[in-house]
């Protein structure tokens, strides 16, 4: 027979836990975060550097002047808001990682009124239509795969993506061709004149008021609306959903709406607070940090603004690193992926407990 | 440890815990060689996961399993089949898309390369050899019901088992399968293996086996020859004190028609008709059973009346009172949404608690709102009138839940229930469709339901009862409506037909006397 | 016009050959029914260690005054490439199959980190290579096109079937290898099992963690490889920053239009590969070349709703796709 039938019980058991108190669970939250921190590390150490100096200059490179927070600071906008219009679709499951697209198309619809009407429509009208114009772009941009998905379960993942690559095409051939800026020979973009450029308060575009503003908004459409509650609904069992009667294509089409509507705000920003021109780097990524944004704060909009004001410090910082000790800055990125590899896991270890071979607890 | 070399199995102080919950408390049981052991117990009572443990799917926490004599360790199934273990679960493990002879030879060693000929000549010779009739190139997907439960027996069977187990394998099965399959297993017997069978199924105890063996809250209470024992002690050694198992059938004057369904016709996934013009009428005051084998259109009849299933031909005609009004409305084609919109107040207890009726992941609060949370005005949810509605239905059915803001989802599968049910009931329905509302519920909790069904019954409301047990259709039913296939091969008035009758028709419908139907009308 | 369809033919089985060495790891992984969306991460991964490996195999034999050898660099290149893929999924196996992590997400994140990977390298290794990193001729010529005997001088034939890179014809091997791996052989219909019913495939005996280790990390492999191609023979050995972007999805897309067979993935492959470089051979007159690049990604989107309208039981994702897989969960 078996040889093994002799042996003793598996090396490894695992059990689910009962609860675990929230103060232990944000312990092995922590204990993750500072281990990835140390995985990096060890990175940095690999490459010949002390990784204590470089997580410093990083640290400094991100909020050692007021320039530097300044700069901080309008990199977590977008990032803030677009995790937030990631989340309502993430919440219904619905994985939209087109955020990059409907950044770009909302970019390409503000930045219409922004060039060719700023002499024509005075500025508060003007901000006023580029912001809808914005929204309304990435709002349409990201309910095309909702429609499909509603219809036919189209999968989203994929539609989403490739929207993102068929907007950058477009941005390529906007730049190239009808609106590249005249007496140009590189293939770009004008630059938006004053009057399309959003007001600065306290050193930065207003954008961060709006971003917070977002947050609460956020917070309370989630968990007092019927709506957020309708999203919940869908996102936990399309079949309930069908049996409570909430219209599940309805409500796959007007949050992805107002997913896409968010982030093509965040290119209207862009476009207005930030770069003053549309290029193929307007998004610049925005769109896939920040479901990393998203998930690390489980959803959660406060959540969201510290992780995004933190993950815009690793890319501020990242750049300073390149500076000073000739680390290419995709380390951010890197990071990035260390940080939340380590995230994900330790959740595990939240939900489950660890039996050791002969180490069974006695006190059952 | 002198009768052990006599045992096929002997389970020695074996505990399995989950969590807090203790499935298995220090049980000793006794397998011998060549017999047929009831392993009785209320769902519920750990029967499952004490046989989980003896095939490899769950390890104790404690405890010692011998087979024929010897100590083992069994830590995966691989294991269990080494000693001669096979398991025919209750939920068939098959996979759909391979064959009935790709299933039998999966997870077995042998050449790099599979040659399908000779394993389904093989699997075919098997079969003859136990009396069974398969196609061993037929898809799974394509199967029947008892015909999965072939395929899974024969599973076990070319592995060399010498001890089976069979997790309720009559749950699915009609009355004449089952005698099928009980002369299956005495062949099994006379062949000289040793088996389990796992039932709450009194008479099929008496029937089929020699000795029984009772589980009860995770406890070993016993065990018994069955030619010296009956049902009454039985049950009493299951639940731990004299019980009646009358069902309860108040009788009431039959109230108005209230659903009028005519020839309802809806098509699967798969183009084949789920429901072929059925024809029935539910009145007020009544409990009308819906019989058939599984997947004979229970799910499709429930879920196109609550309007969550196209259909393509048919109509539903429901009459009520809305606000003092009497109302009259076709609702076939209606979102559920719009059912309630015109004031229809049917109440729907699906087969998918915590896939369909319930959101797993929310509170109570948040289920309990769940069908009305539309009702105020705004745009805000108002959580105060559910959070008091949650806690009232806490008291009134004895739910038990660390509180309101436990998600419903790690409640036990009867309070699971009692939360769907109790906020069904709480909508104040005329019409009350529930499937297979006991399934996987301990008696006590099946008989607590079957209270509020007959409480509902007698406040006028038509009932419609979806179920499997045959006895508890029977008992509790005052019209039974047999499905085969998607179509009505009957409705009976229980007291008049016999269990073996409601059987064939499960299987066959006579389409000369289709139009019978309608009994006591 | 017909040696315009010719070159055409050339180019888009060299334009789909990484997609079909993508596609075919993703069906792999699949197959095992873990959806590892961190395809286009381990891409990345593949093609800078790939070129990293070959890079320094130079350095190191002509520090020591040797002569590289085009063959063993080549060797070295898909070793590493495969070490790395292999590596990604690793990583992704471990959180979704000992930890349960979602296995949406954790692709995702793969995908973040393996950009930021190959991108972070890719720069690290050409600033300390002086500007950029690239290989010499010698491994280059290792990855051009192949003379084989007699074969390759079949007219037209010849040059249509026989002269391509050696890693062209290492994937259709793969693809054919693993139709009939999972058609025929005794491991391959386990491996289905694993991933269309995780409980049953375990209760008949498999052991579902061992299965789905290896097919996602063989998987990730064989994407690792799809990577270095793009390294090795799309840029030629040079690295370009964010060279892979957008091929790892177009491979995931692949797997869908081939509906999980790798036979059929060759096809799609040459299709998409075909899509990819169109435009530099058939001239769309008033069609702007950056419309023009949108070709595939539109083409992609019309085939999954197209797919996505009608539905199969066999030609269809494994059932359990997606969702870890738990035997004590209760």
Redesign the interface.
Known sequence: MSKNTQAKEPLIRMVKRDTLSQQKAWGIRAAAFVLSLVTGGLLILALGHNPLSVYQSMVIGAWGSQTVIRETIKISVPLLITAIGISFAFKMKFWNIGGEGQILVGAVAAGYFGLFMSESIPKVPLVVLMILAGMIAGGLYGLLPAMCKAKWGTNETLFTLMLNYIALAFIKYLMNGPWKAKGSSFPKIAMLTQDARLTKIFGVHWGWILALVLVVAAHIYFTKTKQGYEISVVGESNNTARYAGINVSKVFIRTMFLSGALCGLVGMLQVAGADYTITEGTAGGVGFTAITVAWLAKMNPYGMLIVSVFIAMLERGSNTIQTNFKIPASAADLLIGIILFFMLGCEFFITYRLIFRGKEEHHA | MDATTDCAVKMHHVTK????VIANNNIDLDLRNGEILALLGENGSGKTTLMNML?G???P??GEIYIHG??????????????GIG?I?QHF??????TAA??I??????????NRKEVNQKVKELASRYGFEIDPAKKV?NMAVSEKQTVEIL?VLYRGADILILDEPTAVLTPQETESLFAVLRNMKADGKSIIIITHKLHEVLAISDRVAILRKGEFIGAVNTAETNQAQLTEMMVGRPISLEIDRPKIERGPERLQVIGLTCVN??GVKALDNVTFSAYGGEILGVAGIAGSGQKELCESI?G?YPTIGGSVLYEGEHDGQPIKERILGL???E??KKGISMA?V?E?RL????????DMT?NV???T??NTKG???DRKTPKKQAEELIDELEIVTPGVETPVGRLSGGNVQKVLLGREISLSPSVLIVAYPVRGLDINSSYRIYDLLNEQKQKGVAVIFIGEDLDVLMELSDRIMVLCGGKVSGIVDPREVTKEDIGLMMIHVDEENNTKEEVGA | MLSTLNSLFIAAVLAGTPLLLGALGEILTEKAGNLNLGVEGMMFMGAITGLAGSYYYEQAVKNSGGEPNGVLSALIALVTAFLAGSFGALIYSFLTISLRANQNVTGLTLTIFGTGFGNFFGEFIGQKAGGYVAVSSTTKAAFSKLQIPVLSDIPVLGRLLFQYNWLVYLAIALAIFMAWFFRKSRVGLNLRAVGEDPATADAAGIDITKYKYAATIIGGGICGIGGMYMSMVTTSGVWVHGCVTGYGWLAVALVIFATWSPARGMLVALIFGGLTIMRMYINIPGLPVQIYDMVPYVATILVLVITSMRQSKEHAQPKSCGLNYFREER
Request: without cysteine; proline residues 5%; hydrophobic residues 45%.
């Open positions: 815990t989950f969590g807090k095939s799917i769950y390890f926490d404690h010897k100590p083992v360790t069994i830590r995966s199934p691989r294991d269990a089949f080494s000693l398991m679960h493990k098959l996979v759909d898309v391979l790709e299933n030879i999966l997870g077995l060693g042998g050449k790099t390369t599979v997907y599973k996934n798969d609550a969550l979102k559920p949404d059912i309630v729907f699906p998918d896939g369909m009726g319930l959101v797993a992941g929310m948040d709102m769940l069908r949370y539309k745009i805000f949810v």
